[in-house]
């Protein structure tokens, strides 16, 4: 029997409209999500979600780690993740691969079983966290908040200085620098403007006749000074969000 749909006008001449019960929901196709659930390098769903900390692409654990062998670029944005070691900016997301679960039936099960074979063929003893848990009723409990994974990004504690790097540019006669794919990093308190000045040259492939002049606020900074020193000192005009503003500049050298 079709559904019928009932409406009447309210006192102050507003239409109010109810449905019946039997009226069933709107449902998405699984496929529409599959941007956000699949690997973009091995195009199944994901296994072991992890995520680059640089630009926050997603892809299953062994496809990353295996691309990053050969690359130490995302395979996505072709961002580069770290000059030599890309494989310390790489965290699992685990809320993440729970949603995968929940949305593709049987997934989590049947990533279990077969991981469990590939020891079980080897010889070798099967970790823990493979092994299938008895078939027991599910009785679902209240369960204490510290038993939750922290949160994924959770930064460090040393890294206690998050700076946002801004390119004024570069005097006249000045080329052939590559523009900063990373205007926002954290560092420890403790790191110099010096520290500061060569990560851009790294970062930028800045020859040793350039020189780099960094300002915070309206003051030209020293090599030697602190970056903690420098967010104490400078006050909330130089801050933007919790960040603190480094703005540089390429000159050249003067002449004495």
């Not at 685990?94 to 469990?116: A, C, G, N, T």
């Not at 409990?141 to 700076?163: A, G």
């Not at 104490?232 to 933007?240: R, T, Y």
Request: hydrophobic content about 35%; some cysteine; charged content about 20%.
């Amino acid at each position: 029997m079709a559904s019928r749909q009932y409406s009447h006008r309210s006192h102050d001449g507003t239409a109010n409209t109810s449905c019946s019960d039997t009226e069933d929901e709107p449902k998405l196709a699984l496929s529409q999500f599959y941007p956000y659930i699949r690997c973009a390098l091995c195009c199944g769903f994901l296994i072991d979600a992890t995520t680059i900390t640089e630009c926050l692409h997603t892809f299953c654990k062994c496809c990353i780690v295996k691309h990053f062998f050969c690359s130490n670029k995302c395979p996505t944005c072709s961002i580069v993740v770290h000059q030599t070691q890309p494989l310390y900016n790489i965290r699992p997301d685990r809320q993440l691969q729970d949603i995968v679960y929940k949305m593709v039936p049987f997934l989590e099960e049947f990533e279990r079983e077969r991981m469990s074979n590939f020891y079980k063929e080897r010889g070798l003893p099967v970790p823990k966290s493979v092994v299938f848990p008895p078939q027991v009723p599910v009785v679902w409990k209240k369960q204490k908040k510290d038993i939750f994974p922290s949160s994924v990004f959770t930064m460090p504690p040393e890294l206690n200085v998050s700076l946002l790097l801004e390119f004024v540019g570069a005097e006249e006669g000045i080329c052939g620098y590559k523009l900063l794919e990373r205007r926002y990093v954290c560092v420890s308190g403790e790191a110099t403007i010096r520290h500061v000045e060569l990560f851009i040259r790294k970062k930028m492939d800045l020859c040793h006749t350039c020189q780099v002049d960094i300002v915070c606020g309206d003051h030209l900074l020293n090599h030697s000074q602190l970056l903690k020193d420098i967010q104490n000192s400078v006050g909330k005009d130089a801050l933007q969000d919790g960040l603190l503003v480094l703005h540089f500049g390429l000159v050249r050298p003067s002449q004495s």
